[in-house]
């Protein structure tokens, strides 16, 4: 079939689709679980265990699965993977107790757990260099965008067809996804190579810490947010429980958009300014959100609320591509495997914030939560552009030119036959 595209847009595309069913799944538990606490008689302790439990799996499988798909290749285990939370997602309304939801919330995790590996080692398969940062950054912004449309979609179906048909319906989009990545064809250049990594020289550069360091800032504003946003507008601010909502998407609307559009700027200013100068510039608006994070409890109204969350996410997400595209840049053979690593560290982020936040503004308010959150997210930017870098080693696979690249000509080439 003749497409307008080159054939690895197919790939980012499908990425970006598993990402977002990915997000999806994780965020209608948030929808149905006061439903299903009503049906079943828990309280707030018990519905928080069940809400812990994806993060449970996700944060212990997500190095074993990383290593995974190095070994075995991204299309296959992001095939069971997909299979796998699909299927778990839509068994979720069977269990009638809170361990047994929790226990399926952990499968869940783990089954999710391969999800950023897998798509940075597809995307180094078939991506040259100098698209890196469009690629990953556009299957990335599905974090912001899931949630997004998942939220109104799962409270749609709620309302008309009850709490569990939220489950298998969105356990049916997984299984629909998974004839689409069937049929993608595996590239016809280099891909990862599955000998094991060399983590010892992998982990001790400095600009493989930087950009650890980087995404972890980036995370603790993530889940800053996502944990608590809902909570400081409505108590603190006195938002309706409509406009609360309201105005905790908002910001992820503008992230989305953010994230794209700064992965656009740094691919096209990149072989003019240089890869890693364009990168270390991007902490300049990066540095600039935690300014507009430490003004949003001085903010005097609503609007101005609002316009300041929205104005620190698009901010923030300048260094999404970054951090998104660097396992590609600075590990190209390992790729998937350092992703999750890279993964891992950031959501440490995910435990510790939404616990500190907790703790900070009972003596001291909202003011010091979000100046410490300012400050995490500046020494995030100050970490990047002291010690990071984006020269990818010289091996031969890492060096390849453009040309090499799968579709990296002005002519495509033939497809190949798939290897999968």
Not at 132 to 148: F, K, Q, T, V
Not at 331 to 346: I, R, S
Not at 395 to 417: F, K, Q
Request: hydrophobic fraction near 50%.
């Amino acid at each position: 079939m003749t497409r307008p595209w080159p054939r690895r847009v197919d790939a980012a595309l499908l990425c970006f689709a598993a990402n977002l069913i990915a997000h999806g799944d994780r965020a209608i538990l948030a929808v149905a679980l006061p439903a299903i606490a009503a049906e079943y008689g828990w309280d707030r302790a018990r519905s928080g265990w069940v809400l812990s439990g994806f993060f449970a799996g996700y944060a212990i499988c997500m190095i074993p699965v990383g290593l995974l798909t190095g070994r075995f290749g991204p299309k296959r285990v992001f095939g069971i993977g997909m299979a796998l939370w699909s299927a778990f997602t839509a068994l979720t309304p069977f269990p009638a107790s809170a361990a047994g939801l929790a226990a399926m919330r952990v499968l869940l995790g783990a089954a999710e757990s391969g999800t950023a590996a897998c798509i940075n080692g597809t995307l180094v398969r078939w991506f040259p260099p100098r698209e890196y940062s469009r690629a990953a950054s556009l299957c990335w912004s599905a974090g912001y965008a899931g949630p997004i449309l998942a939220i109104p979609l799962a409270s749609l179906v709620l309302h008309h067809w009850g709490w569990r048909a939220v489950f298998w319906t969105f356990g049916g989009l997984g299984f629909l996804w998974l004839p689409f990545w069937r049929m993608l064809e595996e590239p016809a250049g280099p891909a990862s190579t599955r000998r094991p990594a060399p983590w010892k020289s992998i982990l001790s550069r400095r600009g493989v810490w930087a950009v650890f360091l980087l995404h972890f800032s980036s995370n603790w504003v993530l889940y800053t947010m996502i944990t608590w946003l809902p909570s400081y507008l409505s108590a603190e601010r006195g938002f309706s429980l409509s406009g609360a909502a309201a105005g905790a998407s908002a910001p992820f609307l503008f992230a989305w958009i953010g994230t794209n559009a700064s992965a656009a700027i740094i691919d096209a200013a990149g072989p003019r300014v240089g890869a890693a100068r364009i990168r270390k510039l991007a902490m300049i608006p990066y540095a600039m959100s935690a300014a507009a994070l430490a003004l949003i409890p001085y903010a005097p109204d609503a609007g101005w609320t609002v316009a300041a969350l929205c104005c620190s996410m698009l901010l923030l997400t300048a260094a999404t591509p970054v951090f998104s595209s660097a396992s590609l840049d600075l590990t190209p053979d390992h790729a998937g495997p350092v992703a999750a690593v890279q993964n891992a560290f950031a959501n440490l982020a995910g435990i510790a914030a939404p616990v500190a936040i907790g703790y900070v503004t009972g003596p001291f308010g909202w003011r010091a939560a979000f100046l410490l959150t300012a400050a995490i997210c500046l020494s995030g930017a100050a970490a990047y552009a002291g010690i990071g870098a984006t020269r990818r080693p010289s091996s031969a696979s890492a060096n390849l030119p453009a040309g090499e690249y799968p579709e990296s000509r002005t002519s495509h080439p033939t497809p190949a036959v798939p290897t999968d």
